[in-house]
């Protein structure tokens, strides 16, 4: 693959590019994207280029996902220079609707629902969000019938979503996780990362730094995992703890005390204006 081949906003002009290129036998990769793209991103273009003969990148801010109008209009937009980085990553497809493309009759009126998990941890604090998130996907899904979707693991509760939609509703579609890219601190990478103050930058750091702490103590149990991490957050009264918890992998629900095996702990917290999330999985003995 040389480059970007073309970059579309029409739907039905994707279908017809993509057409072509299926009757050509290829297989096709989708890694759907809200743009503003870093290394995190190109991770899981250089995932699904190893997966599938062409990559379609999509670069949709969806409205449908933000609760607050003020938040949609500060996403930040930058589509020449995400595609200048993907197009040196060799993506096939950029895919780039407007709003009124991918809903021409303003907000959605079927939508598909994130059911009880999506209520819970990044769904409590943020209602509506993961039905926002699992129409625009489902969406993408019916325009590029892609064979393989790549999703970060960072965003852990929306990729589970993901996940089940796709069993739920036998979605032909291969989903893949991706893990965490980090900055050499530690800190996971995130758009939203350029909007933390310089002076709060260590701040952010207490997120990756308890999700260690849990990890150095999950052979003492479920309790005294999640208690070393509220002990690094607590440490820190710049960070303002939204959520920390410890949920089975297969179900995305807090786990007993006497859990055993693996589990993925999850925390969200505030850094001054920037909610940040962050996960890890750990053993626990």
């Not at 190109?42 to 949709?60: G, M, P």
């Not at 739920?168 to 601190?185: A, F, H, K, Q, Y």
């Not at 310089?198 to 990756?208: G, N, Q």
Request: glycine residues 8%; without cysteine.
């Amino acid at each position: 693959m040389e480059g970007v081949l073309t970059t579309l906003t029409r739907i039905r002009e994707l279908r017809e590019a993509l057409d072509a290129e299926r009757a050509a036998g290829k297989t096709i990769a989708l890694v759907p994207t809200m743009g503003a793209l870093h290394e995190g991103h190109l991770a899981l273009v250089r995932e699904a280029a190893e997966r599938a003969d062409i990559v379609v990148a999509s670069v949709f801010v969806n409205p449908m996902q933000f609760g607050e109008a003020s938040d949609l209009e500060a996403y930040p937009r930058t589509l020449d220079a995400d595609v200048a980085q993907l197009e040196e990553l060799g993506v096939s497809l950029v895919f780039a609707p407007t709003v009124d493309e991918m809903y021409p009759d303003g907000k959605s009126e079927t939508v598909v629902q994130a059911g009880a998990v999506g209520f819970l941890y990044e769904g409590r604090s943020r209602p509506g969000h993961f039905d926002g998130v699992l129409t625009v996907v489902s969406k993408l899904f019916h325009i590029v019938h892609p064979h393989v979707a790549v999703f970060g693991e960072k965003d852990a509760q929306q990729l589970f979503l993901v996940k089940r939609m796709v069993r739920d509703l036998n979605m032909p579609v291969e989903i893949v996780g991706v893990p965490t890219e980090r900055e050499d601190s530690g800190l996971a990478l995130s758009s939203r990362n350029g909007r933390i103050e310089p002076s709060r930058k260590a701040d952010a750091l207490v997120l990756s730094q308890a999700l260690r702490a849990a990890s150095r103590s999950a052979d003492q149990g479920v309790e005294a995992m999640l208690s070393a991490a509220q002990g690094v957050v607590q440490s820190d009264s710049g960070v303002s703890l939204d959520y920390l918890a410890a949920v089975d992998p297969e179900t995305f629900r807090a786990i007993p005390d006497n859990h055993r095996g693996p589990a993925r702990v999850i925390i969200a917290a505030r850094v001054g204006d920037v909610r940040l999330i962050d996960n890890t999985m750990v053993s626990v003995d």
